[in-house]
Nanobody
């Protein structure tokens, strides 16, 4: 089994910054792409940013230039640095990882429990 634990959410004023972290643990043979998704109240869950195992990144248009995704492969951890936050960024942020749990086992996708981010004055 694989666990993803997020941290770093909270309340921040517009224009402020937050850094989210997500650590993967458990039965991990190989960790592939990792990503951050978010879900605002009454809306669907959308991809925010993703990063491959070799560091290639993809961002959703509304966060380009403001958010930066990175990862520490030695720690099986992915980060999301969020700058110039806006009220529209308010959502529950979920970590996501594609993991092969053992040799010859197929890749599976795992999700964290989510961390809440509120941008408000």
């Amino acid at each position: 089994q694989v666990q993803l634990v997020e941290s770093g959410g909270g309340l921040v004023q517009p224009g402020g910054s937050l850094r989210l972290s997500c650590a993967a643990s458990g039965s991990i043979f190989r960790l592939y792409a990792m990503g951050w998704y978010r879900q605002a109240p009454g809306k669907q869950r959308d991809m925010v940013a993703r990063i491959t195992s070799d560091g290639s990144t993809t961002y959703r248009d509304p966060v380009k230039g403001r958010f930066t995704i990175s990862r520490d492969n030695a720690k099986n951890t992915v980060y999301l640095q969020m700058n110039t936050l806006k009220p529209d960024d308010t959502a529950v942020y979920y970590c996501n990882a594609d993991v092969s749990p053992a040799i010859l086992k197929p890749m599976q996708t795992y999700w964290g429990q989510g961390t809440s981010v509120t941008v408000s004055s």
